[in-house]
């Protein structure tokens, strides 16, 4: 018989929600920049970043990653931040998974 104790410990234990984060396509950032922020933000290899940079290219977006929401929204600020201080209206989102 499951006792209050043994829930709470399950709830502990469940694996937290998970976001997407989304690059979107813009006529003005330059594929070095979003290259360059695959790889400095995302950790992606030159490889990974310039195959998403294409993907966001072609399709419109592409998501990048999949993290917990508070590593998904410190790196859609950062984005929005790299974006800005380098004149660039690069747009990332999230959404949950």
């Known amino acids: 018989m499951a006792t209050e104790l043994?829930?709470?410990?399950?709830?502990d234990l469940m694996a937290p929600k998970m976001y997407k984060?989304?690059?979107?396509n813009d006529d003005y950032s330059?594929?070095?920049f979003v290259i360059q922020v695959l790889m400095e933000i995302f950790n992606k290899?030159?490889?990974?970043a310039?195959?998403?940079?294409f993907r966001v290219?072609?399709?419109g977006f592409a998501v990048v990653g999949v993290?917990?929401?508070?590593?998904?929204e410190t790196k859609v600020s950062l984005v929005k931040i790299m974006a800005k201080d380098?004149?660039?209206?690069?747009l990332a989102t999230m959404e949950e998974e």
């Open 6 to 11: 043994d829930f709470d410990l399950e709830l």
């Open 21 to 24: 984060v989304i690059l979107h």
């Open 30 to 32: 330059t594929f070095d």
């Open 45 to 48: 290899s030159k490889d990974e």
């Open 50 to 53: 310039v195959e998403i940079t």
């Open 57 to 59: 290219d072609k399709d």
């Open 67 to 72: 993290y917990p929401k508070d590593i998904a």
């Open 86 to 90: 380098n004149g660039y209206p690069l």
